[in-house]
């Protein structure tokens, strides 16, 4: 089929390239499969902390509209003005 002499070295010198290439790609691909995991479970740490402060916000929209004093008005003003200052006070990181 080929007639080079040149055919079996060469194929005998692609061997140990092509093994070392492999070896270094499933090396690569296996850091990539570990910085993939590590990268959901920090979104995931991330997401249960808003989720946890989602639900105390809630808690508090449920006992405002549950409750029956007439100084309903009064707590939803002190509620913004004391959301405005937290706020006001964290530095914005993503401007």
Excluded: G, Y
């Excluded at 007439?70 to 004391?82: F, V």
Aim: glycine share 0%.
């Amino acid at each position: 089929m080929f007639n080079s002499p040149f055919i079996v070295p060469v194929i005998a010198l692609m061997i140990p390239i092509v093994a070392i290439i492999m070896k270094n790609w499933r090396h690569v691909q296996d850091r990539k499969m570990d910085l993939m995991a590590n990268a959901a479970t920090d979104v995931s740490v991330a997401a249960q902390a808003r989720i946890e402060k989602l639900e105390a916000r809630i808690a508090v929209l449920e006992r405002i509209a549950t409750d029956k004093r007439l100084s309903l008005a009064d707590e939803i003003d002190n509620l913004a003005t004391e959301r405005l200052t937290k706020s006001s006070a964290r530095p914005h990181l993503d401007q």
